[in-house]
């Protein structure tokens, strides 16, 4: 089975700190890396997302980095602020064979931006 | 404003019972998926649909299923035979599933055993 593996598991980050979340993948066949962003009893809404034939993208203080020779790609907040605290998730697409278009989570990770 | 329907926000079932957790959007999305969210587990798959009466089962479909009559809407029971019923469920739809378009979610049902 396809996996995506997330960490840490949970991180705590002081206010104007750099939070970084890492996932790491298996399979070669994904062609697509949303990041989502959840807040306690809410469904995750799309934060960031990149396509493995780019290293790095950025918006605002939100940036991806994508290493294709690794398999690993990377969850990068700057300045962070406190409302900024959710759980975020990783996640790929599959490119092909039966599960085509299917997105494969990490476990997530739980953010708490201390102010 | 366009958007995704998750009702009942709670639901409770009994031992035994089917219960049916509604699921409609209005964003004219082809595809819609339904995840199971259960603490430090992420986001798995239970079945999803590309088109109007068609839908595959996912990672975890044992004890559920689905319909897609209309393209709006998605509905999914949880049968007697889901005995560990208890998580947070998720609806989603995207553009088209093969596409860049990004899956859209709505605000989750939350199932409990009495």
């Known amino acids: 089975q396809q996996q995506v593996k997330q960490s840490p598991q949970s991180l705590i980050v002081q206010k104007g700190g750099i939070s970084i979340i890492n996932c790491a993948y298996e399979n070669t066949a994904f062609d697509y890396f949303p990041w989502y962003q959840q807040f306690p009893g809410k469904g995750p809404a799309l934060l960031i997302a990149?396509?493995?034939?780019?290293s790095e993208k950025k918006e605002g203080r939100f940036t991806i980095s994508f290493n294709k020779s690794a398999k690993q790609f990377s969850l990068h907040i700057m300045d962070s602020q406190p409302g900024d605290s959710a759980t975020y998730f990783c996640?790929?697409?599959?490119?092909?064979?039966?599960?085509?278009?299917?997105?494969?989570f990490g476990q997530g990770t739980i953010l708490t931006v201390h102010p | 404003d366009g958007g995704i329907t998750q009702s009942p926000k709670y639901l409770f079932r009994k031992e035994g019972q089917n219960v049916t957790l509604s699921c409609e959007q209005n964003?004219?999305?082809?595809?819609m998926y339904w995840y199971r969210q259960d603490p430090g587990q992420g986001l798995r798959l239970i079945y999803y649909s590309q088109i109007v009466n068609d839908f595959q089962k996912g990672d975890i479909a044992e004890g559920y299923s689905v319909s897609r009559e209309k393209k709006e809407s998605f509905p999914l029971t949880v049968t007697s035979a889901q005995k560990n019923p208890t998580a947070f469920y998720l609806c989603a739809s995207s553009m088209a599933e093969y596409s860049n378009q990004p899956q859209h979610f709505g605000d989750g049902t939350r199932l409990s055993i009495l």
């Open positions: 990149i396509r493995p034939d780019v």
């Open positions: 964003l004219n999305h082809d595809a």
């Open positions: 996640a790929a697409r599959s490119a092909g064979g039966t599960s085509y278009g299917k997105l494969t």
